[in-house]
DNA sequence: TCTTGTTTGTGTATTATTAACACAATTATA
DNA sequence: TATAATTGTGTTAATAATACACAAACAAGA
C-alpha cells in the first residue's frame, strides 16, 4: 500500500482489491563513519508511526525484476549506484503495515558514506550509528536486526566490507570496522594475521598521511573482490578461495 | 509507491497496477530413503512445462502469514503437519512464470518419508533423489538447488537433520544422511566425536535388530531441539549452545 | 634536538580443532 | 565354528586460534 494514500482512499482501495497482496522491498543501507556503523533512514510519512525512523522502501513494479527494485529504491531515493547489495529475508506478517496488506523483502546494501555524502540533500534521510536504534517504524526494528545478525556472519567468510571504507585503508581502519559491525574487540596480531591469511588485500606501498603518530601502511581490496554487481553464480566462482 | 509520483491521477491510475503481482510460496520438501536424499514433486499442470515436475507452491492468501502460507501448502498438498520449515530466498524474475507476474518465497522442509508415505495417495506426487534431478518447471531447478546449498551450511550448524529420520536411529544412519546431503564421505571416528560433541543426542540404551552384522546403538535426539514449530527467537535461545 | 605520547609492525608459545589412520569385539549366517 | 560385515574406540600429526610484549616510526612540544 502507498505509504501516500490518505486514509479515506486506502479504506476504499483497500476494499476493493480485498484479495490482493502488494510486495515491497526494504532496503538496510549500512555505512562507516566515526568508528560507528551507521544505518540510512528516513523520517516515516505515516501518521501512525509519527516521530519514528524507517528505512528506505518502495512497492515493486510489476514490470521490475525483484532484484532491480533495491537498486532503483537506492538511486532514487539517495543518488547512489554500483553498491552491494544483498537479499536478506521476506517479511510477510499479516498487521505489519498499518495501510494495509504488503509483504517486503529486505536487503542489506553497504555503502561508503564519504562518498555518498552530498548525493542527497534530503534532510528527512539520515545516518544512524546502529547502536542508538531503539524502534522503527513499521517491523524495521526487526528487519535491521536480522540484516545485522547476517552481515556479521557474512563478513567472516566473505570480502565484502571494503564497500564500506575508502578506496585506500589502514589495517587499523580495517580493524576498527570489524569491530564496529562484530561489537567485540580484536586482537591486533591476530586480526592481522588472519585478515593476510585470507590474501584479499594488495599492499599500496603508500603510507597514511596527516596522523598524529606513526603512519600506517594502505592497502585496498583485490579487484577481483570490487565488482560490486556481480551475479551470484560470479560470486560463487570468485569467493571460492 | 515512489515520492517522485506527486498527483493523486497517477497514484490511482498505477495503484492496479501496484497490485497486479501475485506471491507465493514454493517448499522444497526434503525427505532421505535409501541413502539417498530426495524432494517431493509434483507433475507440473501447466502446458509450457508439460513432462517436467515442479515444486509444490500455491499463492499466499490475503488474511494468511507468509510463514503460514508454507504450512497451508504442506498439509493440503500431503496431509503433513507439525514439519521443520525454513525461508530461505524469495524469486522475482519478470519472466519467471509464464501466465503472469508471480514472486515466489522459497521455504525449505525436512520430513521422515516414512512416516508420511501414506498421507497422500495422490500419484502425481514423487519422491526424486535430488541428484537425478536434471530440470524442474519454472525456476524450480534453480530454487532447489538455492535449497540444497542453505541446507548444507545449516546441518553443519544446527540439530536439524533429526527430521529426516525415525525418531531412534544409529549412528551409522546419521552419518549416511550427513554424506547424502553433503554429497561426501566422512570418516567414521571423525564422524562421531564430532556429533557427540555438539551433545545434540540421548542414548536409548538399546540396540538395532535385524540387520546382518553387529548391532548400533541407537540415539534420538534431545527433546529440547525436536520442536518443529519454534519460533525464531526461541531457536537463537536454544541453539545458541 | 631531545623527550614524550601514540600507534605501528612483528613472533612465539599455548591451546583447541581437525584430519588421518588400525584393530579388536559383536552379531548373523553358512 | 569359521566367515562376512559392521560396530566401537584412541593416538598422533597438522592446522588454526589465542594470548601476549617490545622495539621502531612519527608528531608535537619543550
Redesign the pocket.
Known sequence: MPQSLKTAEIEKSTHQDYFNIAISVDCVIFGYENKDLKVLLIRSDLEEFEGLWSLLGDLIRPDEDIEDAPYRVLKERTGMTNVYLEQVYTFGSLDRHPSGRVITTAYFSLVDILHHQTASNNNELHWHPVSDIKDLAFDHKKILDTCIERLREKIMEQPIVFNLLPDKF???QLQDLYEAILGVEL????F???IM?KNWLVDMNE?EED???????LYKVKNIYKNKTLTATAKEILFAD
Open positions: 589502514s589495517l587499523r586482537d591486533r596480531r591476530n592481522r594475521k588472519r591469511l603510507m596522523v598524529p603518530h606513526r603512519p600506517g601502511k
